[in-house]
Every structure is written in structure tokens, then in C-alpha cells.
């Protein structure tokens, strides 16, 4: 356990220098803004672009690790509609935001530095995979799904579905995915000076994002809806965890690092995505807002927990 902890510690001690940073206003105002956009435009793409360019063979078909997860997306997302209406009592219309919140991990600021840590860098491909999934299918599947409940129909679920696709053609992650694959199928290393560039980016991926989500955090809110909150926090924290891990290990029999990967991605707190989503159509905002926060201060302990239960199923090697 010791040496778990050793190795999460330093990862949410950078998200709350970056907390406090913001708090005491340390740096500019826009400094938080930059620093994400810097760390998700620039620093993450050339990790993820870096990553993907040195694939080699790969143990099973990224087709099983697709399969899991969306297996575990789908269990998730139905129990998240059902707690939804019939444990919190909300409309059918807060559903999808909350589906979203419960689903959509943060995988990329605070999952990919957890993952590489645990897991090595032979973990940077399932890693990509995944990254690539949730961004593609959870925005289509709660577009799809605001659209049904609001009886969005015809042309304007059309426009809107058709937004999302292209949100997320344009995308820096996925673009820097597809350009990373594509450079692995020439079989050319990338050149010597380009290389270390993309190295040296990619070597201020991790710091600046989890510093940036310090700072981020400072902006949400915590208080109130504690049902919603707490309820979100399960599904998110425990519940698709152990479905993940479930599904990983006993379904789809997956390697360990790909089921390790998978299970550390989906244990992560809520995404800003999921915020995103909810202030795109004005529904469940407050309850999202302070679930990104409050799950992120209990994933503390979650993650940790979650890291020594696959140290001991021999899937995370404590380094």
C-alpha cells in the first residue's frame, strides 16, 4: 500500500499546488484557461501523438477492448437513467446529463499520468484507444439521448448530432490519435530534431494538465443537491469501476495492462466533458458542476483504493 500511495501522491499533489494557486491567486486570472489549453491543444496531443506513432503489434485486437468498454458504458449509463428517475426523482430531461457525469471519466488530464505511472509506457496504446472511444461515442450517445427525451426531432437532431461529429473530427486528441496511427503504418521513425520536440512537449503533458486542473477545480462549485452529488459519486467512483473490472476480467478476459488501463480510465473522477454537456443544453448543471469537484477530492482515496485491489489481483506492478 505504501508504495501505492507513493506513487499517487505526487500526481494529486500538483492538482492541489494548482488548487491552492488559484485560490491564492498566485498567477493571472486567464492563467488557468491557458494552462488547459495548452495542456489539452498542444502538450497532450504530442503525448498522445508520440504514443500512438510507436505502436507496435498489439497482444489482442483493439476491437475486445472497444467491446468492453462500451459494455461497460452501456450497464453504467442505464443505471445512471434509473437513479436518475427513481432514486433523485428528476425529469427525464437531467438524465442524459447525469448518464454523461457517471460515464464520462477524466481520463485525459488526471487518467493518462495515473495510468503511465501504474502501468508503464506499454500502457500508452490501450490508453489511446480509450481516449479516442469516450470522446467519439459518449457525445453521439448523449446527444442521441437528450434528443429522444426532448423529442428533438428531424433536422434539428440532425444539426445536432451533426455539431458533435464535428466537434470531434476537429478535436486536438483525436486528430493527434489518427495522425500518431497513421505515422506508425509508414514504419519511418520520426526524425531526430522533430522527435525530441515532440518529446519535450510531450514531457509537459502531464505536469501542466494536472497543475491546470487545480486550478480548474477552484472554479466549481461545492456546495449543494448532495443527493445528486453523492449519488453521481457512486456510480462514477464504485459502481462502473467494478463493472469495468468485471467485464475487463471474467467477460472479456482482456491482458493485463489493457484490463488495467481500462479499469484506472473508468475509475477517474468526473470529466469536464460531462459539465460541458450539461451547460450545452441547461439541464443539471449545478449537480454536475459540483460532482466534477467533489468526486475529484474523493478520488483520492478511490484511486488509491482501486490501484492497491489490482496491485493485489496482479495487475498493477507497484514500481
Same mark, same amino acid.
Given at each position: 500500500?505504501?508504495?501505492?500511495?507513493?506513487?499517487?501522491?505526487?500526481?494529486?499533489?500538483?492538482?492541489?499546488?494548482?488548487?491552492?494557486? *488559484?485560490?491564492?491567486?498566485?498567477?493571472?486570472?486567464?492563467?488557468?484557461?491557458?494552462?488547459?489549453?495548452?495542456?489539452?491543444?498542444?502538450?497532450?496531443?504530442?503525448?498522445?501523438?508520440?504514443?500512438?506513432?510507436?505502436?507496435?503489434? %498489439?497482444?489482442? =485486437?483493439?476491437?475486445?477492448?472497444?467491446?468492453?468498454?462500451?459494455?461497460?458504458?452501456?450497464?453504467?449509463?442505464?443505471?445512471?437513467?434509473?437513479?436518475?428517475?427513481?432514486?433523485?426523482?428528476?425529469?427525464?430531461?437531467?438524465?442524459?446529463?447525469?448518464?454523461?457525469?457517471?460515464?464520462?471519466?477524466?481520463?485525459?488530464?488526471?487518467?493518462?499520468?495515473?495510468?503511465?505511472?501504474?502501468?508503464?509506457?506499454?500502457?500508452?496504446?490501450?490508453?489511446?484507444?480509450?481516449?479516442?472511444?469516450?470522446?467519439?461515442?459518449?457525445?453521439?450517445?448523449?446527444?442521441?439521448?437528450?434528443?429522444?427525451?426532448?423529442?428533438?426531432?428531424?433536422?434539428?437532431?440532425?444539426?445536432?448530432?451533426?455539431?458533435?461529429?464535428?466537434?470531434?473530427?476537429?478535436?486536438?486528441?483525436?486528430?493527434?490519435?489518427?495522425?500518431?496511427?497513421?505515422? =506508425?503504418?509508414?514504419?519511418?521513425?520520426?526524425?531526430?530534431?522533430?522527435?525530441?520536440?515532440?518529446?519535450?512537449?510531450?514531457?509537459?503533458?502531464?505536469?501542466? =494538465?494536472?497543475?491546470?486542473?487545480?486550478?480548474?477545480? *477552484?472554479?466549481?462549485?461545492?456546495?449543494?443537491?448532495?443527493?445528486?452529488?453523492?449519488?453521481?459519486? %457512486?456510480?462514477?467512483? %464504485?459502481?462502473?469501476?467494478?463493472?469495468?473490472?468485471?467485464?475487463?476480467?471474467?467477460?472479456?478476459?482482456?491482458?493485463?495492462?489493457?484490463?488495467?488501463?481500462?479499469?484506472?480510465?473508468?475509475?477517474?473522477?468526473?470529466?469536464?466533458?460531462?459539465?460541458?454537456?450539461?451547460?450545452?443544453?441547461?439541464?443539471? $448543471?449545478?449537480?454536475?458542476?459540483?460532482?466534477?469537484? %467533489?468526486?475529484?477530492?474523493? =478520488? $483520492?482515496?478511490?484511486?488509491?483504493?482501486?490501484?492497491?485491489?489490482?496491485?493485489?489481483?496482479?495487475?498493477?506492478?507497484?514500481?
Amino acid at each position: 500500500m505504501l508504495d501505492i500511495i507513493a506513487l499517487i501522491a505526487p500526481v494529486f499533489g500538483l492538482i492541489g499546488l494548482g488548487f491552492l494557486a *488559484a485560490k491564492g491567486r498566485l498567477l493571472d486570472a486567464p492563467a488557468p484557461r491557458v494552462l488547459a489549453l495548452f495542456g489539452y491543444k498542444i502538450a497532450m496531443p504530442a503525448l498522445l501523438f508520440r504514443a500512438m506513432a510507436g505502436v507496435g503489434e %498489439v497482444p489482442v =485486437s483493439p476491437l475486445w477492448l472497444a467491446l468492453t468498454y462500451i459494455a461497460g458504458i452501456a450497464a453504467t449509463w442505464i443505471l445512471a437513467v434509473l437513479a436518475t428517475r427513481l432514486v433523485l426523482r428528476r425529469p427525464a430531461e437531467d438524465a442524459p446529463a447525469f448518464a454523461m457525469g457517471a460515464c464520462f471519466s477524466n481520463g485525459v488530464m488526471l487518467g493518462f499520468p495515473v495510468i503511465l505511472l501504474a502501468l508503464g509506457p506499454e500502457a500508452a496504446t490501450p490508453m489511446a484507444f480509450l481516449a479516442t472511444c469516450e470522446t467519439v461515442l459518449l457525445w453521439i450517445f448523449g446527444t442521441l439521448h437528450m434528443g429522444l427525451v426532448t423529442r428533438e426531432k428531424g433536422r434539428a437532431g440532425l444539426r445536432a448530432l451533426g455539431a458533435v461529429l464535428l466537434d470531434v473530427a476537429r478535436n486536438p486528441l483525436i486528430l493527434a490519435l489518427a495522425a500518431g496511427l497513421a505515422w =506508425s503504418t509508414t514504419g519511418i521513425a520520426i526524425p531526430a530534431i522533430p522527435a525530441r520536440l515532440v518529446d519535450l512537449l510531450a514531457g509537459a503533458a502531464i505536469p501542466v =494538465s494536472l497543475f491546470a486542473l487545480g486550478m480548474s477545480l *477552484a472554479a466549481y462549485e461545492f456546495r449543494g443537491q448532495a443527493s445528486s452529488v453523492a449519488t453521481l459519486c %457512486v456510480l462514477k467512483l %464504485v459502481l462502473y469501476p467494478a463493472l469495468a473490472f468485471w467485464l475487463a476480467t471474467e467477460v472479456f478476459q482482456l491482458p493485463r495492462i489493457w484490463a488495467g488501463a481500462l479499469v484506472i480510465y473508468v475509475a477517474m473522477p468526473v470529466g469536464a466533458n460531462a459539465f460541458i454537456f450539461a451547460a450545452r443544453y441547461d439541464r443539471a $448543471v449545478g449537480s454536475i458542476s459540483a460532482a466534477v469537484a %467533489v468526486s475529484t477530492v474523493l =478520488s $483520492v482515496v478511490t484511486v488509491t483504493l482501486a490501484l492497491a485491489f489490482l496491485a493485489h489481483r496482479g495487475i498493477v506492478i507497484p514500481l
